[in-house]
């Protein structure tokens, strides 16, 4: 199979391979990505993912080159330094070397763990990334691993690309409404910061999550993953570009934070902070952006696209100011010039407590 | 200032600063290295060097940017997730983001640990080495962090090359015989894989440990270092000739194993694996490689080169087949061919048993 994707990292280019049922071709097509041959492999699966399709994974290795298997408890508090030491331990236990690969299957929280172990075990081995959810489009290329601290997320961690990324879209059948909402607010912002006939696209080919063929989710993958593999390609250790991929990010995670961590997911504090900074980017620039029919089409899947009552404004803006991208004084924002064109502004205070305390979403 | 050495890593060069009293100049040192500024410092210091030398190496520092510091036990045992941990920790309290830098003040203990806090703290922030011990002329340069895991040393860490290296040749006054004796072995192994005049060398300017100058300090320092930077130029990774500074480290890690971790320090065991490397390489190659001069030289300065009388053989053996070197059945050697001219060469297990039950140290 040709991959649907590669991807160049800093130290080496790999494949991204997109199409249902590839779990049951796991063994084959890591096999055909890896520049040297693996001495052993270990799969690292979220408990949950793996009730489902661990068997067909293991299914798919011949049975001299059985993986070991460490499962991780669902949920964003397997992304700790306690799990990540157990994890250690068993891929010493599991007696992995410098040849061995680590296999992630689950959504982000399994990549992004398994992927910091396998960055700092023996000062780095390979990995493979077998993404469970939609999110995990977005998580599973670039090369970002990490855990979080108890004092905030995602603070200790590598850039360690994987080797490959096998994406079976069939595994996204049995992931819940809430997760499908949660990743797709990054498909659309892919969408706005980089392809905007990508929205038109989405309008019309994904009118609900449920009603959706395995054929559009390979195409929705293939183009969302696109655009993130672009701007990482050209600058993976976000010194200048990648930090588009932010749009949205800087009031989501305040009021992921204000509102206490797991109320509300990611993806939906995402798209209220892109409706957000769209309405500051008209504001600043002086424009119109005409992206209502958008903000329309959110809402009827299912998107409360207003901030949530219990946030005080000025908490927001406290938070945004001690956000680890925040390098002075004002804070810098992903603004869109036009659609599909972002750029980092530094942005007076005043204007975001303005439309902050005026009210979002309702335009 | 200009560097006594430059050395390029794969992701940027950075300079080698070498001559005694430099910690009074250790902030505009620093500074002159960095290609962006820094926004802010701390300074991960052994106890035990702190309390002689960190005041010097704050008093540097202008009134608006002294760095944070956080203090570590002296000893290996500092090398650990708990510690880590901590670390990181103490490096978000003092609020350091993306652009600041850690530095290092102590020996490889010190260096390792606080070198992986800098590679994973937010994805990798820069550090500056502050070697304070002989041995750490090897470990801070080449850019290999990490700590240890109760199953094994130096298992978890990360390659994360320093962003400059400050070296005080006169805070190595004050180490004890034994570290200089730890260290020493080296750089007595960097003459015998690539600069046998530099053994030469030592054996006329270093007659002991504690006649020898600041100057020869110096040299010895620099010479010693050009030969690793040579090596982990050619092969950050370890994929191939950065095994040859593995010459004598077989053998040791087996010894340091079975006589338990801090009998006997690390560079006496590198000895003891050297004087093997260099018997056995003479047998596998059926040549006479000279080195009977050395040999007394090292005893002269306190080295006991004969395999401790409680490790077993065959046990040492076995250990060495499940070092993590070790690639597949038979142990690969770095052997010589002639002084100077390393290569890793796959050994039957019974010429090593032969040689090992034969004794060693008395040719
Ligand atoms: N590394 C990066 O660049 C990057 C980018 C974005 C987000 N992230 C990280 O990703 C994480 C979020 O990822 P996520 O949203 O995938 O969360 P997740 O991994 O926790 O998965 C969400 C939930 O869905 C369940 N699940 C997963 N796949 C399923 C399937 N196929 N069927 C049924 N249930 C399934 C899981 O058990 C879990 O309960 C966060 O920790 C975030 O920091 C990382
Ligand atoms: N990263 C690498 O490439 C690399 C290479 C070789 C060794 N290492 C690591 O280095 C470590 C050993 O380093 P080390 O031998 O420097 O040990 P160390 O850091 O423990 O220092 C040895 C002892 O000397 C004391 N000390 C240090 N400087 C002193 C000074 N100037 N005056 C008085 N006392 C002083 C320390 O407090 C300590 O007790 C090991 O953990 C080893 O794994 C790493």
Redesign the interface.
Known sequence: MKPSLTITS??HAYPVYIHQGLRHSTYELIEQSLMKPASAYMIIADETVADLYLRDVLASFPDNRKPSVALVPSGEASKS?DKY?EL??KT??ARL???SVIIALGGGVTGDLAG?VA??????IRFVQLPSTLLAHDSSVGG???IN????KN?????HPPSAVVYDSEMLMTMPEKEWRSGFAEVVKHGFIADPPFLQWLQENVPSFSSCSLDTINELLKRSIAVKAKIVQEDE?EQGVRAYLNFGHTLAHSIEAESGYGTITHGEAVAIGMVFALKLSEQVYDIDLQYADTIRYMESLGYHLSIPNQCDSHELLNRMKID?KT?NQKVHYVLLKELGRPELVPVDDHVILQLLTGGVGNK
Chains 1, 2 share one sequence.
């Open positions: 800093e130290s330094l030491e250690l331990t010493l236990e070397d410098r040849q910091f960055a700092s075990y023996m000062r780095g970002k691993t990490g601290h108890p004092l905030g603070l200790i961690g590598a850039f250790r680890k390098h």
